[in-house]
């Protein structure tokens, strides 16, 4: 009953305060906001940027493409000369080129998977501007192309879907920074370093000599969480007690995680002028993420039956329990997240599963900034298509007829999801070169492979612990999906919004299908589940389920 009451208390924290946010980031995306106004102009002026100047579906993209092109170039400059730059207390070297590459992608595409140890093997220079200046910009694009795909949903015939340049300036300036800001010194009155010192060498009680890492991790960690994002200041993530030492850090970061994700449901439905389909969007989130909560609450509660021990603890943070590591797989997977505050492969066969299937369907169950709506949109132009051909007329969503170009553009970018992670992971559990990273046997050892690329390709970032991620092949062909499960769903959404553009909004009638309403709030879901899960599930039935299965028989891998 306390877990229960937990549960709905940090969902409706979470709900109130997306609900209100919303209302700030309507008033910040129409320009009403005008607070940081002279530094806005200053910034568009200095980059020569005309932000009255509108774009369409392709200059937007373009935009958002060259942007990334050279935020990749400058990180990956960074990794490799920093240790020729200031900023190095701890004499750090350059790190390789593969794991360069791999980074750079990774921090780019707001995946932020880490295939390395943030204070062992970077710098503070390239911690503080490289990576946490990429933290803002991968998550502004995000939310940028999420209002950009708004407008060409709710806007009027020949309207345009705003300009990158100004959506990302915005979003960084207006909200991103000054919630980091607030909740950065939140965290370090937690207890989360933020100095420029380097490692303290200490003397345990049986006199041996020890090195903890510190620097400055909160203002990171902020805009880890806020931009969901995911990459940690250390190796182990928010398991660390200098990322997460309380359970305040550890709900004030939970809630972070989704709080910009939902507050785009609620925004949405602003920006279309009607509310209740912002609330439909997010009931259809909210059903997947309350069912996926509840397998890995009772599978980690219950423990492993073999042992018979109660709750299952291996990998966990005794200051955090069974329950908030559930909360927090659950949240962290959900979004494009990825941080943890639990080793994931020492969850249960099932909360495993559960994982896997939020990353998988796209993660849409809320999502990361920004990508969680436009992904969802990507279903909902499915499932509206579904609707048509099952009442025999033109499918229609929000006034718009949703035809052959609209479903073949989002078919394109479903694609991109099992082609990276079924032929990605496929190849690695073929080739020796890649078979290397794998740790266990059996169907733990596939499940650590489709994790691997499910969360590459989903952009989520987080892995299960005993999985090679340095493994040079894994940095190269992991990049690789990085970029895919990225713009192969950001393009297409572009132009999709861009094609309704060009469409006549046709009034409501009694023969209109409504979207807003618990009829179309089920059909969203199944089409998730159905087009998105049901994918996934012969290869998963090799893996979690079939290590779940050989678990109940009393075999462990």
Known sequence: MTDLLGYILYFAALTGLAYLFALYMARVYGGGTTLFAPVERLFYAASGINPNKPQGWAAYAMAVLGLNAAGFGVLYAILRLQTFLPLNPDNIGPISADLAFN???????????????????LTYFSQMVGLTMQNFVSAGTGMAVAVAVIRGFAGPKGATLGNFWVDLTRSVLYILLPLSCVLAVFLMLQGIPQTLLGAVKATTLEGAQQIIARGPAAAQIAIKQLGTNGGGFFGVNSAHPFENPTIASNMAQAISILLIPVSFCFLFGRMVSDR?????????????????????????????????????????????????????????????NGSVNAMHDSFMPLSGLVMLIFMQVGEVIYGGVGSGLYGILLYVVLAVFLAGLMVGRTPEYLGRKIEGREVTLAV??????????????AIAATVPAALTSVQDAGPHGLSEILYAYSSATGNNGSAFGGWGAANPWQTTALGICMLLGRYAIIIPMLAIAGSLTRKVQSPVTAGTFPTHGPLFVTLLVLTIVILGALTFFPVLALGPVAEQTALIAGQTF
Request: hydrophobic share 50%; aromatic share 10%.
């Open 103 to 121: 980074t750079a992608i990774s921090f780019v595409t707001n995946t932020n998977w880490q295939a390395y140890s943030g204070e062992a093997q």
């Open 276 to 336: 209740r389909q912002g609330w439909a969007i997010f009931a259809a989130m909210s059903v997947m993420f309350v069912a996926g909560l509840v397998v890995i609450h009772f599978g980690e509660n219950a423990g492993n039956p073999l042992l018979g021990l109660g709750a299952n603890m291996e990998g966990k943070e005794q200051r955090f329990g069974a329950t908030l590591s559930s909360m927090w797989a659950a949240a962290t997977t959900a979004a494009s």
């Open 412 to 425: 394109i970018a479903f694609l991109s999801m099992p082609l990276g992670i079924l032929v990605g992971g």
